[in-house]
C-alpha cells in the first residue's frame, strides 16, 4: 500500500480534492463547525505529515496561489466604497491598531520570552500584526459583505497586511543591499508609479472591453487578467502579491455590479474551486507531530497566545472608540485573527536570509515550524469566532427591520416584475435592470412575457419567442434568478402584456424603447402608449446603449406633486437599488418639498447610496437636465398619466423634447403607481388601443409640411 501512496495520477488526484470539496462541508455541518476548518483538516489528514495520500505539488501551487489572490480579490471586489469613504478615519485608526498592538507585544515577547535577535523578531511582528481574511467566505455566505462592521475589518486587513509586507520588504531589501540610502526613497517611488498606473490602465481597458464585448466568458476571463496582471505588477516592484489583487478589486468594484451575472460568476467558480484549493493546500503544510515536541509547542503557545491577544486588544480597543456593540467587536476580532499562507511566505523571507555572523539563518526550524503551527490555531479561532459573530449579526438585523420598517416593507411585498420581451438586442439589458432593481429579501422570481400576433406567422413567431426567452432564462440563471416564461398569442400586443400582467398579478412592468429610430413611428413605439394609458400600476420604458457597469451617475427629474402619487416611494426604492448595485452617484432634480421627502427616505432607508439634490422649480428645467447629461450618465425621467395628481400639460411635449435636447443612448422613463382604473377592470373585449398622437404633434408635423411645401393652406 506504501508504494501506491502518495497519489501519482492527475486524475485521481483531482478526484480526491474535489471529494474533499465536497464532502467537508458536509461533514463539518454535522457537528456544526465551519466547513473552512474542514478543509484545512482534510489537507492536513491528506498531506505527507498525515497519511501521505496527496503530494503538494506545482498543481496546490498553482490553484493555492489562485486561491489566496481570489480570497483577497472578492473582499476588495465586494467591499462597500461608499462606506469605505464614510468611514476612513475609522478604517485607518482600526488599521493602525490591529497592525500596532500585535506587532509590539509579539515583538516584546519575541525578544524576552523567545529570545530571539532583533531582526528574526522583527519579521515575526510582521507575521502576527498582519491577517489573511481566510474567513471572508463565512461573510459571503451571511451577505454581510456591505456591512459597516466588514468594511472596517477589511479595510483595516488590508492596510495591517500591506504596512507589514512593506516592512518585510523593506527590511528585505535594506538586508540585502547593505543598508544603503537609497532604497527607501526608490521603494517608495516605485509604489507610487504602480499605483498611479493602476487607478488609470484597469478602468480605461474596463469601460472599453466591457462596451464592446458581452460574451460572458470573455468578460470573465477579462477581469481574471485584470487581477493577475496587478498582482504580477506588484510583485515586480518588490510587494506581496495580494495587495495587488485587492487594488485591483477595489478598482473593478464599481464596474461589476453585485447582482450581475458575472459577479455571480467570479464568486462560483472561486468557491467551488479555487479558494478550497487554497485552504486544502495551507492544511498540507500543517505537521501535528511537530506538537510532540516540548520546544515547538511552547513557540507556538507564545506566538498564538500574544497574537491573538493582540488582535483581540486591538478590536474591542476600536469598538469602544467607536462606541459599536460588544457583537460587532467579536466579528472584528474573527474577521482579522487568522493567518494563512501570507505568514509563510513572510517567514520564508527570514529563512533565506543569513545572519550577519553567517551562523545560519534569521529564522530558525523552530520559529518556522511554530509559524506552520500557528496558522492551524488562528484559522480555528479565527473561523468559530466568524461564524457565531456573523450569524448573530444577521439576527440582529432582521430584528431590527422588522421593528423599525415593517410598515414600509409591507408597501412592497407584492413586487412581481413582468418583462414583456421582443428584440434580442434589448433582453439581456431589461433583464440585468430588473435583476439589480428586484427585492432580494423577498427573493421572488421575474416574469418574462413573448406576445406575438395571432396571424398567419403565429407559428414562426412563436418560435422565435421561445428561443429568445431560453436565452433570458439562461441570463437569469447565471444571477442564480428564478423566472417564469410564456409565449403569448393576441391580437393586439398591448392588450397580450395587459392580459398577462393581470393574470400574473404582477405589481410593475419593465419594457424596452422600441428599435425603429428610423421609422415613421413615434417615440413611444407600436404599443407602449396603450399599455401606460390602461394600467395605472408603474411602468419602466429603459433603453441602455452600454453596459451599466460603465455609467457613472443616474439623473433622476421629478415633477412637483409627485410624492403625492401612491408610486412614489416604488420608483424611489427602484432607483437606490439601482444606484446601490452600480455603486454609482444618483441625482435628483425636483422641487425643494420634492427633494426633502427623497432625502428623508434616502437617510433612513439606504444611507449608503451617495445622493445629491438640485432643485428645478419647474418642469420646464428639464430641458437644462436632459442638455447637460454626459453619455456616460443615465437620464431617468418620472413623468405620470393625464388626470393624475402631478401631471401638467407640459409632459405632453416630453417626446420631442427627449429628442431635441438629449443626445445620450442611456434613458429610462418611469410612470409610477397612480390612481386609475383597476387591472380588474380589463377584459378581452377591451377595444385594442392604437398608438395616439397628439393634437400638439399633429399641429407640428402640419407645421413641417407647411413650410418644406408639402401642404398648403
Wanted: glycine share 6%; proline share 3%; with cysteine.
Amino acid at each position: 500500500m506504501s508504494g501506491l501512496l502518495p497519489i501519482s495520477s492527475p486524475t485521481i488526484a483531482f478526484f480526491v480534492v474535489l471529494l474533499i470539496i465536497l464532502i467537508a462541508p458536509i461533514v463539518m455541518s454535522k457537528f456544526r463547525i465551519p466547513h473552512i476548518i474542514g478543509m484545512v483538516l482534510a489537507g492536513v489528514i491528506i498531506g505527507r505529515y498525515g497519511f501521505n495520500i496527496l503530494e503538494r505539488d506545482s498543481s496546490f501551487e498553482l490553484f493555492g496561489r489562485v486561491g489566496l489572490l481570489y480570497i483577497i480579490f472578492l473582499a476588495g471586489l465586494e467591499m462597500d466604497l461608499e462606506g469605505l469613504k464614510q468611514h476612513l478615519r475609522h478604517v485607518g485608526i482600526f488599521g493602525l491598531l490591529t497592525f500596532l498592538v500585535p506587532f509590539s507585544i509579539t515583538y516584546v515577547a519575541g525578544i524576552t520570552i523567545l529570545g530571539y535577535s532583533p531582526l528574526a523578531t522583527m519579521l515575526l511582528s510582521c507575521i502576527m500584526a498582519s491577517n489573511t481574511l481566510i474567513a471572508y467566505p463565512i461573510v459571503a455566505r451571511y451577505g454581510l459583505q456591505k456591512h459597516n462592521v466588514t468594511t472596517l475589518s477589511v479595510g483595516a486587513s488590508m492596510l495591517s497586511l500591506f504596512t507589514s509586507l512593506v516592512v518585510v520588504a523593506a527590511v528585505a531589501g535594506s538586508h540585502s543591499a547593505g543598508g544603503e540610502w537609497h532604497f527607501w526613497p526608490v521603494f517608495v517611488i516605485k509604489l507610487t508609479a504602480y499605483c498611479m498606473a493602476m487607478l488609470y490602465v484597469i478602468p480605461h481597458l474596463t469601460r472599453w472591453f466591457l462596451r464592446r464585448y458581452s460574451d460572458a466568458v470573455m468578460q470573465y476571463i477579462f477581469v481574471m487578467a485584470m487581477m493577475f496582471m496587478s498582482a504580477a505588477s506588484c510583485e515586480m516592484i518588490g510587494i506581496e502579491g495580494v495587495v495587488g489583487a485587492f487594488i485591483s478589486g477595489l478598482i473593478l468594484n464599481r464596474f461589476i455590479p453585485t447582482m450581475s451575472p458575472l459577479m455571480n460568476r467570479i464568486e462560483f467558480i472561486g468557491n467551488a474551486l479555487f479558494i478550497p484549493y487554497f485552504l486544502i493546500g495551507v492544511g498540507m503544510l500543517i505537521n501535528i507531530r511537530l506538537m510532540m515536541q516540548t520546544e515547538v509547542l511552547f513557540i507556538v503557545m507564545v506566538i498564538v497566545i500574544v497574537g491573538t491577544l493582540g488582535k483581540a486588544l486591538a478590536s474591542y480597543i476600536s469598538c469602544l472608540l467607536f462606541r459599536l456593540s460588544w457583537l460587532d467587536g467579536h466579528f472584528m476580532f474573527g474577521l482579522t485573527s487568522a493567518h494563512a499562507a501570507g505568514s509563510i511566505a513572510m517567514a520564508m523571507i527570514g529563512v533565506s536570509m543569513a545572519k550577519a555572523d553567517g551562523s545560519g539563518y534569521i529564522v530558525d526550524d523552530g520559529m518556522m515550524n511554530g509559524v506552520v503551527m500557528m496558522i492551524l490555531f488562528t484559522c480555528i479561532i479565527s473561523t468559530i469566532i466568524t461564524e457565531n459573530s456573523a450569524r448573530a449579526l444577521v439576527l440582529r438585523e432582521e430584528k431590527n427591520k422588522l421593528s423599525d420598517h415593517h410598515r414600509l416593507d409591507s408597501k412592497f411585498d407584492d413586487e412581481k416584475i413582468l418583462i414583456p420581451v421582443k428584440y434580442p438586442e434589448t433582453c439581456d439589458t431589461l433583464m440585468h435592470l430588473a435583476i439589480m432593481m428586484r427585492n432580494r429579501e423577498l427573493n421572488r422570481g421575474l416574469i418574462a412575457l413573448n406576445v406575438v400576433y395571432d396571424d398567419e406567422d403565429a407559428e414562426t413567431n412563436q418560435r422565435k419567442g421561445q428561443q429568445l426567452l431560453k436565452h433570458v432564462t439562461q441570463t437569469a440563471n447565471a444571477a442564480d434568478v428564478r423566472i417564469q416564461t410564456q409565449v403569448r398569442l393576441a391580437t393586439n400586443i398591448g392588450n397580450g402584456i395587459k392580459h398577462a400582467f393581470k393574470e400574473y398579478d404582477c405589481s410593475e412592468i419593465i419594457l424596452g424603447v422600441h428599435l425603429h429610430p428610423n421609422s415613421k413611428r413615434v417615440f413611444w413605439g407600436e404599443f407602449a402608449q396603450s399599455v401606460f394609458n390602461n394600467l395605472s400600476r408603474q411602468i419602466i420604458i429603459a433603453r441602455c446603449g452600454q453596459p451599466f457597469s460603465t455609467l457613472r451617475a443616474i439623473q433622476v427629474a421629478v415633477p412637483s406633486r409627485a410624492e403625492y402619487e401612491p408610486g412614489f416611494y416604488r420608483w424611489l426604492e427602484r432607483l437606490c437599488r439601482l444606484a446601490k448595485a452600480l455603486e454609482c452617484k444618483i441625482v435628483f432634480h425636483a422641487t425643494t418639498t420634492t427633494n426633502k421627502l427623497i432625502q428623508q427616505y434616502i437617510v433612513h432607508r439606504h444611507s449608503y447610496v451617495r445622493a445629491e439634490y438640485i432643485e428645478m422649480a419647474k418642469w420646464i428645467g428639464l430641458r437644462d437636465v436632459a442638455a447637460n447629461t454626459p453619455d456616460d450618465h443615465m437620464l431617468v425621467i418620472v413623468t405620470a398619466r393625464q388626470g393624475t395628481v402631478s401631471y401638467k400639460a407640459a409632459i405632453d411635449k416630453l417626446p420631442e423634447e427627449i429628442t431635441e435636447y438629449y443626445h445620450g443612448t442611456n434613458l429610462m422613463i418611469i410612470f409610477p403607481d397612480q390612481y386609475g382604473p383597476a387591472p380588474e377592470e380589463l377584459t378581452f373585449t377591451s377595444i385594442q388601443h392604437k398608438e395616439q398622437v397628439s393634437a400638439y404633434q399633429e399641429l407640428k408635423n402640419w407645421w413641417h409640411k407647411f413650410k418644406t411645401g408639402k401642404v398648403s393652406l
